[in-house]
Nanobody
Framework: QVQLVESGGGLVQAGGSLRLSCAASGRTFSNYFMGWFRRAPAKQREFLARIDWDTGSTFYEDSVKGRFTISRDNGKKMVYLQMNSLKPEDTAVYYC????????????WGQGTQVTVSS
């Protein structure tokens, strides 16, 4: 059973940085893709970034490209989202997710971690 547990959220001032962590467990994640999403109040869930567990290849949504960086530590089974130059509009619940291939649906989700950016 895949389990994803996020941590690292909190309150930060605009312009600041946070690093979110996602601890993955329950199986080996070879061939998986790991991703980060967020849901702001009264908005739909938004894809942010994904990473190929095996190759480390990344892909970003345009809205966060250049500010957010996704990475992984295969040995520790951790996925990270480094967020820089944070803006109040980045306030949201951030979710870690996993899927079994590039074209698969995102089937596995963490419980989310709140990020609040004050102006």
């Amino acid at each position: 059973q895949v389990q994803l547990v996020e941590s690292g959220g909190g309150l930060v001032q605009a312009g600041g940085s946070l690093r979110l962590s996602c601890a993955a467990s329950g199986r080996t994640f070879s061939n998986y893709f790991m991703g980060w999403f967020r849901r702001a109040p009264a908005k739909q869930r938004e894809f942010l970034a994904r990473i190929d567990w095996d190759t480390g290849s990344t892909f970003y949504e345009d809205s966060v490209k250049g500010r957010f960086t996704i990475s992984r530590d295969n040995g520790k089974k951790m996925v990270y989202l480094q967020m820089n130059s944070l803006k109040p509009e980045d306030t949201a619940v951030y979710y870690c997710a996993a899927k079994t291939s590039l074209i698969a649906a995102w089937n596995y989700w963490g419980q989310g971690t709140q990020v609040t950016v004050s102006s």
